[in-house]
């Protein structure tokens, strides 16, 4: 993970644009409090920079439990435009910080996210994409 500190300046130009929503973390404690020890923190933001240079955040929150309660993973895009990424780009930015949470986290199995990779919208698209091709390759002779 390419952890950052953006300027105020950088952060002024974005607005954030919330992707994904986890309302019941502390309904795992080994993976809220492996969070909180990997980040250093309960409750904040820590900002990490994509492969593809875009800006995302991930907001932890802490309702008295002693623990991370909520979390929230933003992009951060230009501000008044549209998303500059289409939502297969944001999936394979985000499975950065997917891998690296699993990795990070007790209770989570790199295993399990492999599974659920293999499974996911994107890569049907993916896979789909790929049997046309060979299949058009086929079709014209070409190997």
Same mark, same amino acid.
């Given at each position: 993970?390419?952890?950052?500190?953006?300027?105020?300046?950088?952060?002024?130009?974005l607005r954030c644009d919330p992707l994904i929503f986890e309302q019941e973390l502390d309904?795992?404690?080994?993976?809220?409090?492996?969070?909180?020890?990997?980040?250093?923190?309960?409750? $904040?933001?820590? &900002?990490?920079?994509?492969?593809?240079?875009?800006? &995302?955040?991930?907001?932890?929150?802490?309702?008295?439990?002693?623990?991370?309660?909520?979390?929230?993973? &933003?992009?951060? /895009?230009?501000? &008044?435009?549209?998303?500059?990424?289409?939502?297969?780009?944001?999936?394979?930015?985000?499975?950065?910080?997917?891998? /690296?949470?699993?990795?990070?986290?007790?209770?989570?199995?790199?295993?399990?996210?492999? /599974?659920?990779?293999q499974r996911s919208p994107r890569a049907a698209r993916v896979s789909a994409t790929t049997?046309?091709?060979?299949?058009? $390759?086929?079709?014209?002779?070409?190997?």
């Amino acid at each position: 993970m390419n952890f950052v500190t953006p300027t105020p300046g950088e952060l002024a130009a974005l607005r954030c644009d919330p992707l994904i929503f986890e309302q019941e973390l502390d309904g795992r404690p080994e993976v809220a409090a492996s969070l909180e020890k990997a980040l250093g923190f309960r409750a $904040g933001r820590a &900002y990490w920079r994509a492969p593809s240079g875009h800006l &995302y955040g991930l907001d932890l929150g802490d309702f008295g439990r002693g623990r991370p309660s909520m979390a929230i993973v &933003y992009g951060f /895009w230009p501000r &008044y435009e549209p998303r500059p990424l289409d939502d297969a780009a944001i999936d394979a930015d985000l499975e950065v910080f997917l891998r /690296w949470m699993a990795q990070a986290c007790e209770g989570l199995d790199v295993a399990d996210l492999e /599974w659920t990779l293999q499974r996911s919208p994107r890569a049907a698209r993916v896979s789909a994409t790929t049997s046309r091709n060979q299949k058009r $390759g086929s079709d014209d002779g070409c190997t």
